[in-house]
């Protein structure tokens, strides 16, 4: 029988991205406090917090919750969103002109099994001018992302080359956690796929 997927995850671009390859879901969010995290290790760091924001109530011993964090990487720093304009410009001048790394962390738990993995993609930006990184700013899409930056987005014009899934920068590597959630009995709705992995 299809498992219910349940999003613990308010994050646009998730609910986004599972609309895309077809796969319902329902949404259950509880806030978290992230300080409770404190290691500066980026892998460790998104599985635990996608640990913590996956703790959510299974309300019915069909669902299968889904939670993630994204995080980037630059020179031993970790990036989360910015809090205001000069936390975006530190960070968008950081990485001008650089490789930096992108994780997602995801947690996928049913009643009987938990699963914890990330994803980590190399991203290399071309060099960005003050009035650049000033402009983008003001489009006001860095605030809601890691890093300050939307590869999805305007940010894509940062962009020179990446190694590794494009959509785990967006904040979920759907590809694998298609393949993940199959194990847990979540298909894509009317799925061909169904009984063959
Ligand atoms: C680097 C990068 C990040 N992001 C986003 C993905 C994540 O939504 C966000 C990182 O914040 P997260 O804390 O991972 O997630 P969230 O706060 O948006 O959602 P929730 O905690 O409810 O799960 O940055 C992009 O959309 N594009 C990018 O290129």
Do not use: C
């Amino acid at each position: 029988m299809t498992k219910k997927l349940i999003l613990a995850s308010s994050s646009p671009r998730r609910k986004e991205l599972l609309k895309q390859v077809k796969i319902p879901f329902a949404f259950r969010k509880q806030d978290i406090d992230e300080s409770l995290i404190n290691t500066s290790d980026p892998l460790e760091k998104v599985q635990q917090l996608s640990l913590l924001k996956g703790n959510v109530p299974i309300e019915h011993k069909d669902e299968v919750i889904l939670s993630a964090d994204t995080v980037v990487s630059y020179n031993q720093k970790i990036f989360e969103k910015p809090k205001n304009k000069e936390d975006a410009i530190q960070m968008l001048t950081a990485l001008s002109g650089d490789v930096h790394e992108v994780y997602t962390g995801v947690m996928i738990r049913s009643v009987d099994n938990e699963i914890v993995f990330a994803e980590r993609t190399k991203v290399e930006f071309w060099p960005l001018t003050k009035d650049e990184i000033e402009w983008y700013i003001s489009t006001n899409e860095p605030y809601d992302k890691a890093g300050a930056y939307g590869i999805q987005g305007i940010g894509a014009m940062f962009v020179k080359q990446i190694i590794g899934d494009y959509y785990n920068v967006m904040g979920l590597p759907i590809s694998r956690v298609v393949r993940e959630l199959r194990k847990f009995g979540v298909y894509p709705e009317e799925s061909f796929i169904k009984g063959n992995n």
